[in-house]
């Protein structure tokens, strides 16, 4: 029981850091020192960790991998002052397909086990499927949003994306501290045990 | 579609998204409801309903360009451009006179036939429903009750392997005469019935028949045939129960090995061993999907729609070196403004590059630049007129002088300034003294791009920069005379499209020389107001002042009051209007007398018809004057 709940626990932590590495961004000249490659390495860890409890998130594998390779492909281009983005547009669909669908059941799997794990009463389960829908919703927009043709917006469009794309990153964001407070549950429940 | 290129441009657009499509399916295959795997193929539909390259945007890929590469690569010509101006296959308008318009025969034949096969099987499957026995009323009424379902006509067909709905309008429900048929298997055809899947059925076969010779969409339709059983099947499990649901698992598992034959405007249950199997995969993952999986789905299906339909468009040419990929990537790189034609123009003259004048040449003129391309080596663009290579001084762009709206194009005069002077002329080395080429030019649309010729041959002159216009440069002339003075208005417009790029460490800045074929012009005016003195020699001593106050007049419009010159003052405004007041010294006679002369940026870029002016002398109105275009003068004067 403690072992499960250890495992459990680092699952979930590491869940959390992921979104971090995702979503914070500290960078030198053009190559971030936080990729996000490594935040979908640490998701990728914390599915094998908890696809024992949570069934669906074993589905998620392979999406988790395709978007690891996405991303470290771009974060290695970037040393050569390039980015993925734009290179391929079918590509640039499928990436963003594979992440719309990864986060959403990703953090829709998250909930269901702080439903299961959290103390009676605790909002954390329900801030989780909160976060997620518009943090879906707001990537999709973006997303949306920047497939459009910008000539026919002008600035406006672009101003629009961004924002979106900012809210989308705070959603995410606040997702992860619901995270943080899921594995504070979890080191509580363990040490009871 | 009017040739075979047109439908090698709508086919590969669609086979574009089918693989795209079949890619996103095959990632969410196990993770998004059948419903959503139908409704993804809504997008192949649009796009096979939109008629590719529409507004000169192309899907996903460049296919376009590649089109016309294959086409100039095979057809030895560039003086073409693929469009499609409807989805489905148009008679050809003339003749067949090449292989390729026999090709395009050939696919219209295929077209037709394959039309005619499903048409004809369609009416041999409704005549063998007629002699088919009606069914008594029970089992079918019951199952309908119990799932609040349509019925329709019902017969029993001997021969017949499983039961099928046929028809949209009178649809006609057959089953096996032979043996008993399970009510799952009749609510499933119901459901068919209820969703009117049938339609989907005659889609299908609708874009079968476009697209007969494309194997990837043909895969594409099998498909979408079975994502349609799939969803039924799913309708089907969301109305049944705990040991149903295993039993309809196993019909389906005994329909694995039936024949089946599919024929438009019907639904069948069995569709293949391997469909089939596909689909028991799918029962066994059933699960009522949850509410926020609508979310997601919906979410999915606009990220995929919207850069599908809102499509790209090529801004940048290739540079590969290659004539038939530059060229045909020119071609392909629409100008979609005026601006950006003329920009596109005098880059091409200022850098000398074919691919460029390709990008906004009329197609009657491409074949003769690719023809020059092979003549000079490389992309080198010398024209007779403008073969100043490397002549031009860059740092100082273009600009498109005097730019006027004519007969549904633009007209105006590109200036290049030269390095030096040109050979036997001199330069004093003063900037506002400079050696410039000027060409008039007319922008029009053609076939949706916009195209630039020139009007007349280029020359070489001096410019002449004082305040205001620039007088070695053409400008309108406005004049009218009273008293002893006839009083000119020149104006001079000036529009470019802003290439400045970021200066440097040591702020210096080129001019980008990429072009921009949605450019927009900036734009600048210049207005210098002139006085002649036209009258006999005794007058002259009767003045020792002469001013002008001049303003746009709009024809129709009330005669504007216009602001009195004070002595000696001198300005303008930015609505146009320009006043100025002088004294009269020495020989003033002699030569023109200037009275007011400057630029407004960003100011009205067109040419007023008229102006009104007050002709003040010695300090008193004079006379009210109403300027007019001279005679005989235009814009290239």
Same mark, same amino acid.
């Given at each position: 029981?403690?072992?499960?709940?250890?495992?459990?626990?680092?699952?979930?932590?590491?869940?959390?850091?992921?979104?971090?590495?995702?979503?914070?961004?500290?960078?030198?000249?053009?190559?971030?020192?936080?990729?996000?490659?490594?935040?979908?390495?640490?998701?990728?860890?914390?599915?094998?960790?908890?696809?024992?409890?949570?069934?669906?998130?074993?589905?998620?594998?392979?999406?988790? +991998?395709?978007?690891?390779?996405?991303?470290?492909?771009?974060?290695? %281009?970037?040393? $050569?002052?390039? *980015? /993925?983005?734009? #290179?391929?547009?079918?590509?640039?669909?499928?990436?963003?397909?594979?992440?719309?669908?990864?986060?959403?059941?990703?953090?829709?799997?998250?909930?269901?086990?702080?439903?299961?794990?959290?103390?009676?009463?605790?909002?954390?389960?329900?801030?989780?499927?909160?976060?997620?829908?518009?943090?879906?919703?707001?990537?999709?927009?973006?997303?949306?949003?920047?497939?459009?043709?910008?000539?026919?917006?002008?600035?406006?469009?672009?101003? +629009?994306?961004?924002?979106?794309?900012?809210?989308?990153?705070?959603? %995410?964001?606040? $997702?992860?501290? *619901? /995270?943080?407070? #899921?594995?504070?549950?979890?080191?509580?429940?363990?040490?009871?045990? | 579609?009017?040739?075979?290129?047109?439908?090698?441009?709508?086919?590969?657009?669609?086979?574009?998204?089918?693989?795209?499509?079949?890619?996103?399916?095959?990632?969410?295959?196990?993770?998004?409801?059948?419903?959503?795997?139908?409704?993804?193929?809504?997008?192949?539909?649009?796009?096979?309903?939109?008629?590719?390259?529409?507004?000169?945007?192309?899907?996903?890929?460049?296919?376009?360009?590649?089109?016309?590469?294959?086409?100039?690569?095979?057809?030895?010509?560039?003086?073409?451009?693929?469009?499609?101006?409807?989805?489905?296959?148009?008679?050809?308008?003339?003749?067949?006179?090449?292989?390729?318009?026999?090709?395009?025969?050939?696919?219209?034949?295929?077209?037709?036939?394959?039309?005619?096969?499903?048409?004809?099987?369609?009416?041999?499957?409704?005549?063998?429903?007629?002699?088919?026995?009606?069914?008594?009323?029970?089992?079918?009424?019951?199952?309908?009750?119990?799932?609040?379902?349509?019925?329709?006509?019902?017969?029993?067909?001997?021969?017949?392997?499983?039961?099928?709905?046929?028809?949209?309008?009178?649809?006609?429900?057959?089953?096996?005469?032979?043996?008993?048929?399970?009510?799952?298997?009749?609510?499933?055809?119901?459901?068919?019935?209820?969703?009117?899947?049938?339609?989907?059925?005659?889609?299908?076969?609708?874009?079968?028949?476009?697209?007969?010779?494309?194997?990837?969409?043909?895969?594409?339709?099998?498909?979408?045939?079975?994502?349609?059983?799939?969803?039924?099947?799913?309708?089907?499990?969301?109305?049944?129960?705990?040991?149903?649901?295993?039993?309809?698992?196993?019909?389906?598992?005994?329909?694995?090995?039936?024949?089946?034959?599919?024929?438009?405007?019907?639904?069948?249950?069995?569709?293949?061993?391997?469909?089939?199997?596909?689909?028991?995969?799918?029962?066994?993952?059933?699960?009522?999907?949850?509410?926020?999986?609508?979310?997601?789905?919906?979410?999915?299906?606009?990220?995929?729609?919207?850069?599908?339909?809102?499509?790209?468009?090529?801004?940048?040419?290739?540079?590969?070196?290659?004539?038939?990929?530059?060229?045909?990537?020119?071609?392909?790189?629409?100008?979609?403004?005026?601006?950006?034609?003329?920009?596109?123009?005098?880059?091409?003259?200022?850098?000398?590059?074919?691919?460029?004048?390709?990008?906004?040449?009329?197609?009657?003129?491409?074949?003769?630049?690719?023809?020059?391309?092979?003549?000079?080596?490389?992309?080198?663009?010398?024209?007779?007129?403008?073969?100043?290579?490397?002549?031009?001084?860059?740092?100082?762009?273009?600009?498109?002088?005097?730019?006027?709206?004519?007969?549904?194009?633009?007209?105006?005069?590109?200036?290049?300034?030269?390095?030096?002077?040109?050979?036997?002329?001199?330069?004093?080395?003063?900037?506002?003294?400079?050696?410039?080429?000027?060409?008039?030019?007319?922008?029009?649309?053609?076939?949706?791009?916009?195209?630039?010729?020139?009007?007349?041959?280029?020359?070489?002159?001096?410019?002449?920069?004082?305040?205001?216009?620039?007088?070695?440069?053409?400008?309108?002339?406005?004049?009218?005379?009273?008293?002893?003075?006839?009083?000119?208005?020149?104006?001079?417009?000036?529009?470019?499209?802003?290439?400045?790029?970021?200066?440097?460490?040591?702020?210096?800045?080129?001019?980008?020389?990429?072009?921009?074929?949605?450019?927009?012009?900036?734009?600048?005016?210049?207005?210098?107001?002139?006085?002649?003195?036209?009258?006999?020699?005794?007058?002259?001593?009767?003045?020792?002042?002469?001013?002008?106050?001049?303003?746009?007049?709009?024809?129709?419009?009330?005669?504007?009051?216009?602001?009195?010159?004070?002595?000696?003052?001198?300005?303008?405004?930015?609505?146009?209007?320009?006043?100025?007041?002088?004294?009269?010294?020495?020989?003033?006679?002699?030569?023109?007398?200037?009275?007011?002369?400057?630029?407004?940026?960003?100011?009205?870029?067109?040419?007023?018809?008229?102006?009104?002016?007050?002709?003040?002398?010695?300090?008193?109105?004079?006379?009210?004057?109403?300027?007019?275009?001279?005679?005989?003068?235009?814009?290239?004067?």
């Amino acid at each position: 029981m403690y072992e499960s709940l250890r495992r459990l626990t680092s699952g979930v932590s590491q869940a959390a850091w992921g979104y971090f590495f995702l979503h914070i961004n500290i960078n030198i000249g053009s190559v971030s020192i936080l990729p996000a490659f490594v935040g979908y390495l640490l998701m990728l860890s914390a599915i094998g960790k908890l696809s024992g409890e949570r069934r669906e998130l074993g589905l998620l594998r392979p999406l988790c +991998i395709i978007l690891a390779i996405w991303n470290g492909a771009d974060w290695l %281009a970037s040393f $050569a002052g390039m *980015s /993925l983005d734009g #290179l391929f547009t079918p590509l640039d669909i499928l990436v963003s397909v594979a992440g719309l669908y990864f986060h959403f059941q990703f953090l829709t799997d998250m909930a269901a086990l702080a439903e299961r794990y959290q103390p009676q009463g605790s909002p954390i389960a329900r801030r989780l499927i909160n976060r997620r829908t518009v943090y879906v919703t707001l990537m999709a927009v973006t997303d949306v949003l920047f497939s459009l043709p910008f000539e026919l917006w002008d600035n406006a469009q672009t101003v +629009i994306a961004i924002l979106c794309g900012l809210a989308s990153a705070v959603a %995410a964001l606040t $997702a992860m501290f *619901s /995270l943080f407070s #899921l594995r504070k549950c979890l080191i509580k429940n363990a040490e009871s045990v | 579609m009017r040739d075979i290129w047109g439908f090698l441009l709508q086919t590969l657009t669609a086979s574009g998204v089918a693989l795209l499509l079949i890619a996103v399916k095959a990632m969410l295959r196990d993770k998004l409801s059948p419903r959503w795997q139908f409704a993804a193929w809504g997008v192949l539909w649009a796009v096979l309903l939109m008629p590719a390259g529409l507004m000169g945007r192309y899907c996903l890929i460049n296919w376009p360009m590649l089109v016309e590469v294959v086409r100039s690569a095979l057809t030895g010509k560039f003086g073409a451009l693929t469009y499609v101006t409807a989805p489905v296959p148009l008679p050809p308008v003339y003749a067949p006179a090449s292989l390729w318009d026999w090709l395009y025969i050939a696919y219209l034949t295929g077209a037709a036939a394959l039309a005619a096969k499903y048409i004809l099987s369609y009416v041999r499957l409704r005549l063998a429903l007629k002699k088919g026995r009606p069914m008594p009323a029970g089992q079918i009424e019951a199952v309908a009750d119990a799932y609040d379902l349509p019925v329709c006509r019902a017969v029993e067909l001997r021969g017949l392997q499983t039961a099928f709905v046929c028809g949209i309008f009178r649809p006609v429900l057959a089953l096996p005469a032979d043996r008993e048929t399970d009510s799952k298997v009749i609510l499933h055809e119901l459901l068919h019935l209820k969703y009117r899947d049938a339609v989907w059925g005659l889609v299908i076969a609708f874009f079968r028949c476009l697209h007969w010779c494309n194997p990837l969409l043909w895969l594409c339709a099998d498909m979408a045939s079975n994502d349609l059983e799939a969803l039924c099947d799913q309708r089907v499990l969301e109305r049944l129960e705990g040991e149903d649901r295993r039993d309809y698992g196993r019909i389906l598992l005994s329909m694995a090995d039936e024949k089946y034959a599919r024929v438009p405007g019907t639904s069948s249950m069995a569709n293949g061993s391997r469909n089939v199997r596909r689909r028991i995969e799918a029962i066994v993952r059933f699960k009522l999907y949850p509410a926020g999986m609508r979310l997601v789905s919906v979410c999915i299906l606009l990220v995929l729609v919207c850069p599908i339909l809102a499509g790209a468009r090529a801004r940048t040419v290739t540079d590969t070196g290659d004539k038939y990929i530059d060229l045909a990537s020119a071609r392909t790189t629409r100008c979609v403004t005026f601006a950006g034609a003329f920009d596109t123009y005098a880059k091409a003259v200022i850098t000398g590059r074919n691919d460029y004048r390709a990008m906004c040449a009329p197609l009657s003129e491409q074949d003769a630049l690719a023809g020059s391309w092979s003549e000079y080596g490389g992309r080198s663009w010398f024209d007779a007129d403008l073969s100043h290579k490397d002549v031009y001084d860059r740092s100082l762009g273009y600009g498109i002088y005097n730019l006027a709206e004519n007969n549904g194009g633009w007209e105006g005069v590109l200036v290049l300034t030269l390095q030096s002077a040109p050979e036997g002329e001199t330069w004093s080395g003063n900037s506002s003294e400079r050696w410039v080429t000027v060409q008039p030019l007319r922008a029009y649309r053609e076939n949706g791009r916009w195209v630039v010729t020139a009007l007349g041959d280029a020359k070489t002159c001096q410019r002449d920069e004082r305040d205001g216009v620039d007088l070695g440069l053409p400008y309108i002339e406005y004049k009218d005379a009273a008293a002893d003075f006839t009083v000119r208005l020149l104006r001079q417009t000036l529009s470019y499209v802003d290439s400045r790029t970021e200066p440097d460490v040591f702020g210096y800045s080129q001019p980008d020389m990429t072009p921009v074929p949605d450019g927009k012009f900036l734009s600048e005016t210049q207005e210098t107001v002139l006085a002649d003195y036209t009258g006999p020699e005794e007058n002259r001593a009767l003045y020792d002042r002469v001013g002008v106050s001049a303003a746009v007049l709009k024809s129709g419009e009330v005669r504007p009051v216009l602001r009195t010159p004070k002595s000696g003052e001198t300005g303008g405004s930015t609505d146009g209007s320009q006043w100025g007041d002088t004294s009269l010294r020495d020989d003033w006679w002699d030569g023109p007398i200037f009275l007011s002369g400057g630029g407004e940026w960003g100011g009205d870029p067109t040419f007023p018809e008229l102006y009104a002016a007050d002709l003040y002398l010695n300090g008193e109105k004079s006379a009210e004057l109403t300027l007019r275009p001279a005679e005989g003068g235009d814009i290239y004067v």
